[in-house]
Structures are given as C-alpha cells and as structure tokens.
C-alpha cells in the first residue's frame, strides 16, 4: 500500500495513508473533515463515506432564505 490522493467529484479531499494494514484518511477539505483519521479498508470505502457523509449534510441542512 502506498499514500494516495483521494479525489472526489474532480477536487482532491484527502489523502489515504496505510496504517496497520487499511487506509487512514487524512483530509484536506473542510466539507470532509469529519472524516478525518477514520480507518479505511479501500479508497473506494472512502469514496463512499464521503458520498454518505455529503448526502447527510446536504439533507440535513437548513437553508436560509435569501431577501
């Protein structure tokens, strides 16, 4: 296993860095840093908690009006 960036939707979030034989996700982008140091066993593990992750926030999430 090597370090690797971890790109999502064309913008790179993080990085995957072996750690006891899975991936740590070390993240770059403040929408995903809720993540950050979690235990991976793919990056395609991380892709997918970052799709998880982004769809609860964004159905979570109270819009403000705009007057």
């Known amino acids: 296993m090597q370090r690797q960036a971890v790109v999502f939707n064309g913008q790179e979030v993080g990085i995957a860095v072996p750690f006891d034989n899975r991936l740590k996700f ?3 982008r403040f929408h ?9 066993d793919t990056v395609t593990d ?3 908690a970052i799709t998880d992750h982004l769809a609860a926030r964004n159905n979570g999430e109270v ?5």
């Open 26 to 28: 070390i993240a770059v």
């Open 32 to 40: 995903v840093i809720d993540l950050d140091n979690k235990l991976f």
């Open 46 to 48: 991380i892709r997918r």
């Open 63 to 67: 819009r403000a009006a705009v007057h």
